[in-house]
């Protein structure tokens, strides 16, 4: 049961209650400061979610699982991962960038640290290994080409 949790949206939540938490559960007085992070946030926020669609659609368009650690069908290079291997991943941390901005908490942001260092050893380069094993030389050309993150 607690394997299937072991998913990065998970660990985003987690770690954005870790954010809410820090900022005193949204007990912050609504100062300038807190204003004038609102709307940054709320803009990283939203661009976190439509990169993380878009990069949903490349999957779907490729047919292969999004789902971390299963066995890949095809390589997706299309759509944001013509950019960034890991868009999905990029996105999860902006989410939780904006998500600090917007409680008005920056000292959360110090929360990326760790939750950047979940990701990559928890997904991203278990992952790595899967699609080097299962889709090989084409996936070595591309992990040629294209960045781990941006």
């Known amino acids: 049961m607690l394997m299937r949790l072991d998913l990065p949206p998970v660990w985003l939540?987690?770690?954005?209650?870790?954010?809410w938490a820090s900022s005193g559960g949204g007990a912050n007085p609504s100062g300038?400061?807190?204003?004038?992070?609102?709307?940054?946030?709320?803009?990283l926020v939203l661009l976190g979610i439509l990169l993380a669609i878009w990069s949903a659609i490349a999957f779907r368009a490729a047919r292969t699982t999004i789902i971390p650690k299963e066995r890949?069908?095809?390589?997706?290079?299309?759509?944001?991962?013509?950019?960034?291997?890991?868009?999905?991943?990029?996105?999860?941390?902006?989410?939780?960038?904006?998500?600090?901005?917007?409680?008005?908490?920056?000292?959360?942001?110090i929360l990326l640290a760790p939750f950047w260092w979940v990701l990559q050893?928890?997904?991203?380069?278990?992952?790595?290994?899967?699609?080097?094993?299962?889709l090989g030389e084409p996936y070595l050309d591309y992990k040629s080409r294209v960045r781990r993150w941006l």
């Open 13 to 19: 939540v987690l770690f954005m209650a870790l954010a």
């Open 32 to 43: 300038a400061w807190d204003t004038a992070l609102l709307w940054p946030g709320r803009a």
């Open 72 to 109: 890949p069908s095809a390589l997706v290079e299309t759509g944001p991962y013509q950019y960034s291997r890991n868009p999905i991943y990029v996105a999860d941390l902006m989410i939780l960038a904006g998500w600090c901005l917007t409680l008005g908490a920056p000292l959360a942001l």
């Open 121 to 134: 050893t928890r997904f991203i380069l278990p992952e790595e290994e899967i699609l080097t094993e299962d």
